[in-house]
Nanobody
Framework: QVQVVESGGGSVQAGGSLRLSCLAS????????VGWFRQAPGQEREGLAS???????SYADSVKGRFTISVNNAGNTMYLQMNSLQPEDTAMYYC??????????????????WGQGTQVTVSS
């Protein structure tokens, strides 16, 4: 099973930007879904963005127009560009991999490789 490790979190002021990275232990393949989720204390894990083999992207309404998901050409590093960050974006952010069909679901149970998370804190 492919392992993933997130990085790039930190503390920013409202309106700022961060770029999260997710390094996979190997090429993630040609039949996948990459997802980014976040979880704030006391809340459920929330799906934010996904991208599949065809490059089709999906975004939650809460981040649409502000966040952009991408995968590098080598297929081993995934990114989440986050702009116009707000305090409500404060959470632990997770990268995840799943089968192609996972992109039709925002359920964490449909993904099978998770990183340890990277903390994003946005101050007002």
């Amino acid at each position: 099973q492919v392992q993933v490790v997130e990085s790039g979190g930190g503390s920013v002021q409202a309106g700022g930007s961060l770029r999260l990275s997710c390094l996979a232990s190997e090429y993630i393949g040609s039949d996948y879904c990459v997802g980014w989720f976040r979880q704030a204390p006391g809340q459920e894990r929330e799906g934010l963005a996904s991208i599949d083999t065809d490059g089709t992207t999906s975004y939650a309404d809460s981040v649409k127009g502000r966040f952009t998901i991408s995968v590098n050409n080598a297929g081993n590093t995934m990114y989440l560009q986050m702009n116009s960050l707000q305090p409500e974006d404060t959470a632990m952010y997770y990268c995840t991999l799943g089968p192609y069909w996972s992109c039709g679901s925002w359920s964490p149970a449909d993904f099978n490789s998770w990183g340890q998370g990277t903390q994003v804190t946005v101050s007002s």
